[in-house]
Structures are given as C-alpha cells and as structure tokens.
C-alpha cells in the first residue's frame, strides 16, 4: 500500500508564524497555544457544534476530553454507542475509542495486519477518518460535503480561524474543503498535548518520580508474565517503533470473542431507535453470512459490514472470511476513564473485562462448549456466576463465541493466554485469580494521565481501581 498519508503533513507547517491567527474558539475548548494555524483551526472545528446538521453534536460530544475522548453514556441513555443524526435520536454501532495517542497510530499495513484509523482500520489516516463523523447520518448527519461548507460559512469564529489556515478560495470547492477539514483536525489531534501527555503514574515510575503500591507491583509482574496475564503480547508496556513511549497497543489485529452486546439497538431483530421508535433503516445488510447464522446483523471488524470512506485515498481491501471477527487491540492508556471497554462495550467496567478475559472458555454454558465444567467440588468456580454469552432475554446462549456466526468461530484467538481453556480435570484455575485481577486493574489505573510527581497524593483514579476480591 502507498504511503499517501496525510496524517503528519499539516503538522509540519509553520507551527510558530502562525500560532495565534486562529480566534478564540468555544470556551470548553483547551489551550491554542502553540498550535500551528491548521491545528487552531482544527480545534475549533472539534469543537464546532454548529456543524451538525442536529446543531447539537461536535466531535467532542462523542469524544469528551475529561473521558480520555471517548463517549460519555451517561448522555446516550446509557448506551454503549453513541447516539446522533439530525434529531440526536440514532444510534451508532461501536463504543467510541479514546483519541489520546490516536495521532500515534500507524497507517495500515496489510503485510503485518497492523495500524489504520476505526476499529477496524478503514480510514487510511486521521485526516481521512476525520471527514467521516460530518456526513455519517447517525452522527452529525450532514446530507453531504456541501451541507458542511454552508455550516461552516455559518460558523464566524470557526470560518475565521479555517480561513486562516486554508484561504479563502477552498471553500468553491466543497470536496476539497471538507478534505482540508480533516487535515485540520488531524493537525489538532496531532499537536495539541493533551492527545499526548505521557503524564501517567507508570511514566513516571519508569524515570523513578514515582512510587508504585505492593498491588501495582504485582500487576505489572502479571500483567507482563506469559503464564499469567499475558498482556504484554498484545498490549506492549515497552516502547516500540511507533513511539519513544509504551503505547500499550501493537496495533494488531485479534478477535478475543466479545459477547453480543443487546444494549446495542442494532444487534436486535428489526432494530429501531430508543429514542424516537424509529426503525434504524441504515444497519447494514451483511453479506456472505452462512444461511444458518441466528442474527441478520453482526459486526464483523476487517471483514465488514463497514467499509473504506469512498473519497479514502488509501483505501483498504475488505477482508474476507478468515479475519472475519477481528478487531484493532486498543491502547490501555487512560483506561481507567473509558468504560464501557472493547467494541461493543459489552464489559461495564475493568474487573469485568479481566473476569471475561479469564473466564471467557470456562464460564459459559454447556451448549457447545468443549471445555464446560459443572459446578461443584473441584469443578468450575465461575459457573454459578452465570455465562458472559447471553441472549436477548438473558438466557444463556447456546454457542458461545455468540456475535460471531458458528462458520467463524475458527477465528476465536483460543491459543494464547489469558484465554486458553485451561483443564479443569487437572486442577488448572483460570490464568487469574480474583485477587490477581484486582492487581492488574490497580496497575492499570497507573496508566491514567495526570499524574504530578511533586503532589503524588492528589493523584485521583476512578472508584473501579479500588480491589473487589474479598
Ligand atoms: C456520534 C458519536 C461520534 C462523533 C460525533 C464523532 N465520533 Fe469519532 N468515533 C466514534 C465511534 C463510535 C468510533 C469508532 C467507530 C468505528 O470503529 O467504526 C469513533 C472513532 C474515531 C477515531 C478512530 C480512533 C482510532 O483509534 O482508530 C477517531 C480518530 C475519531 N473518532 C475522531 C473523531 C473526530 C475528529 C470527530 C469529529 C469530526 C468525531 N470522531 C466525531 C463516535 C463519534
Ligand atoms: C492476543 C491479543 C491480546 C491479549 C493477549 C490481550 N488483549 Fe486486551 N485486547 C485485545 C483486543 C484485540 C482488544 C479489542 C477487542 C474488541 O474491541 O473487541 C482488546 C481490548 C482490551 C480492553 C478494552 C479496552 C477498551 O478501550 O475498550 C482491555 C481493558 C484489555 N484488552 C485488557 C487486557 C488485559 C489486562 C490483558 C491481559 C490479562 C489483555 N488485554 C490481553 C487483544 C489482546
């Protein structure tokens, strides 16, 4: 694939002769500082809730800074995915991943199957990526580029400081200025720091500012032994090419077999909204599904059913069914601030991700489970704790793996820790204990930014870092 990124280029422009050209910009909005004129003009179109066609949806309304820049549930009625379109009242179909270190991800590399912008690495860069959310009709459902330019002309502060970076000229050409939109944007969410603060408890640590708890400790230990956690395989706590920091992401590719969410409206049978009853008419239709899979929709990562943008200029190959299921391994960095966690946010908090993790082979019904083992003496520990894979009703379902079709439960990465069935017939615990759990989730919070090496004790992380195995 080409490098024709455009990802860095509008970072590279003159970041000093133009900083301070670009107006004030909406009050919730960070520090312009220091930002080049493109990153300026970049910020106020994040901002910029006049640029949805609901008047009521900027990107940070999906992405809030004080989540990490992922979405707040509390203001989607509690939804997994967030809720848009031109009367706020459609659902979309993902949890919204947090943007801090977002700038540092790779293009996507069809070699190595890495990188690449959504959870699925459709967008070939964050420029790309940016453009999509404006004309998305469950998010800010403008009908096309053209409507964004009206907006835009519409939006004084936002137009002065775009016009500012690009001219004036551009805006003829709707195309062009919505292409110029997602550089700006992709500038922003490239130099403004607070998409990379590196100001976690474990940076410093790392430089010895900072002390790490008994539990810390010993979930760091886990967190990167093969035998226990094993999450150092996928989520590197050491630096690798992409940053002179551990990113905690590989940008790879793994399908970890996430339970259907029914919280999420379009895995239902003729899906409408919880808002407004309307019928979700846009849920995709899913091709090349085997006749015999249960639901009309899933959502499938590399293999669909979403797509490269039309206008990408990189655009990825769909996949087909043999990476049907996989999913990009997200950072863990400020994970603390972020649930729901995975796709579909199916886990509400950390413990909860862990436990699935864990448990993910062991604590699930008999249906088709090879490894199920009954409760009782010597038998299973988590059966009585009731299955992660359930049906509409609650009910446990008959496969696990249940928001994969049976065709490609292949796919399941069962080979690797933490999720190797272990043999119950031997004694063998899940590769966690409830209390080693509880470490790793302490650890995990140190990767929360904030963290002043000179007030240690005003470091605050959420309630869901405290232990919960008595
Ligand atoms: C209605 C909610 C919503 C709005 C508005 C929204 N996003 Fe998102 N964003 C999401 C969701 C959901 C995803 C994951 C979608 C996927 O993977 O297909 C996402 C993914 C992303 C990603 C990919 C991150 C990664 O690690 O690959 C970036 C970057 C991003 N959004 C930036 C933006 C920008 C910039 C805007 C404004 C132009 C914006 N978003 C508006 C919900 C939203
Ligand atoms: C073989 C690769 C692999 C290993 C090993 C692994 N993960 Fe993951 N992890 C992933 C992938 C892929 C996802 C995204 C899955 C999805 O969204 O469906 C993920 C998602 C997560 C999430 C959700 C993050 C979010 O923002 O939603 C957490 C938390 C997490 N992993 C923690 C861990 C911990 C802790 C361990 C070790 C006990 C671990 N992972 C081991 C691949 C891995």
Redesign the pocket.
Known sequence: MSGAILRSSAALLGAVLLAGCGGEGPSAAPPAAGLSAQAQAGRALFFDRTLSASGAQSCATCHVPGRAFTADPATDRGLPVPLGGRGMDLPGFR?A??LVYAALTPAFDPESLTGGFF?DGRASSLAVQAQQPFVTRFEMANADAAEVVMRLEASPQTLAAFTAAYGATVLSDSAATLARIGEAIAAFETEAPQFHPFSSKFDYWLQGRASFSDAELRGIA??NNPGK???N???PSARQQYSDHALFTDF?????G?PRNWAIPANSPDPVSPVSGVPLDYVPAQAGLLSDAPYAYYDL?LCGPFAPPATDPAPRRTYGAGRCG???????RN?AL?A??????N?AD?HQ??QF??TRDINNNQGNNPFWVPAGPGGNPYAAAGSFFVNADGSSALYQYNDIPLAFNANV?VG????TPPTFSGGNEP??TAAEIDD?VAF?CTLTDGFDPDHPSAYSVPAQCAPQAR
């Open positions: 949890n991943p947090s959870r886990l967190f956690g094993n999450c395989a996928c989520h790879s590719y793994d399908n970890i996430v990562g996989l999913f990009k391994v997200p950072t863990l994970v972020t729901p966690y995975f796709h579909n946010g886990a950390l991700a862990l993790y864990v990465n690797e820790n933490p999720y590769t966690l790793v995990l």
